[in-house]
């Protein structure tokens, strides 16, 4: 039922942009690539026994590409194509998102499983590189560590300028909520591990994000794994 919903709602768009035949039409300049955030504009909640909901998750924010999803969806009910509640199915409230997701030319690849996609528009946009460390580059593993055979893994956020150096002041730890932070010993061994990569970081090398041909800055969540080979 929400897949046929997001499908129609998808052929509405595609007629607000004046869609020719089976041709996606240009979203430009109405919606444009930097306009297309990732996350879900637009939630939509169908009820046993009430009309459906739908609800901008961020009114304040304008947005050309939620703003025309929006409308999409009132013509799609107005045509009497909305969603409904399928006879026999449990519960009394279903909710789910709909959002606008770039993807590359001719695909339809979606981050997550379990979700439904329908080509709406096409955009020109510039490729994304992400930032990412230079080969043979990485914080030393602490010597006593190694000789213990010991593991871990640091995960650190931080801010990378245009010239691949990390700006100064954006680095913190990260650590999941949900994980018990260790004691004693072995709170030291990752106390280790941690200062090692917060000496690295202020000095390291990294290539840069790029948007096209342009570098940028962007700020990263890295992983940095301490791990013992058989060679080692």
């Not at 409904?84 to 993807?103: H, I, K, R, V």
Request: aromatic share 8%.
């Amino acid at each position: 039922m929400a897949d046929l919903f997001a499908q129609s709602v998808s052929l509405h768009v595609r007629g607000l942009l004046n869609a020719k035949g089976d041709t996606l039409p240009p979203g430009e300049p109405l919606i444009t690539w930097h306009r297309i955030k990732s996350h879900i504009p637009l939630a939509v909640t169908i009820y046993r026994n009430a009309a459906p909901v739908f609800q901008l998750i961020s009114p304040h924010t304008d947005s050309a590409a939620a703003a025309m999803l929006l409308t999409a969806v009132h013509k799609t009910m107005d045509e009497g194509e909305g969603p409904s509640w399928p006879e026999g199915t449990p519960g009394d409230s279903l909710t789910f998102g709909l959002s606008l997701e770039l993807t590359d030319p001719g695909k339809i690849q979606l981050s997550h499983s379990g979700r439904f996609a329908s080509p709406m528009f096409s955009v020109l946009f510039p490729p994304e590189v992400p930032a990412r460390m230079k080969a043979g580059s990485g914080p030393e593993y602490p010597l006593t560590e190694r000789r213990a055979g010991t593991t871990a893994v640091v995960i650190a956020e931080f801010q990378i300028d245009t010239t691949g150096h990390v700006v100064p002041g954006s680095i913190r730890e990260v650590w999941a909520s949900r994980q018990t932070r260790p004691t004693g010993q072995s709170l030291a061994a990752y106390n280790d591990f941690l200062n090692s990569v917060m000496r690295w970081l202020p000095n390291a090398e990294f290539e840069p994000a790029h948007i096209g041909g342009c570098s940028v800055e962007q700020f990263v969540q890295e992983p940095f794994s301490f791990e013992l080979t058989g060679r080692q």
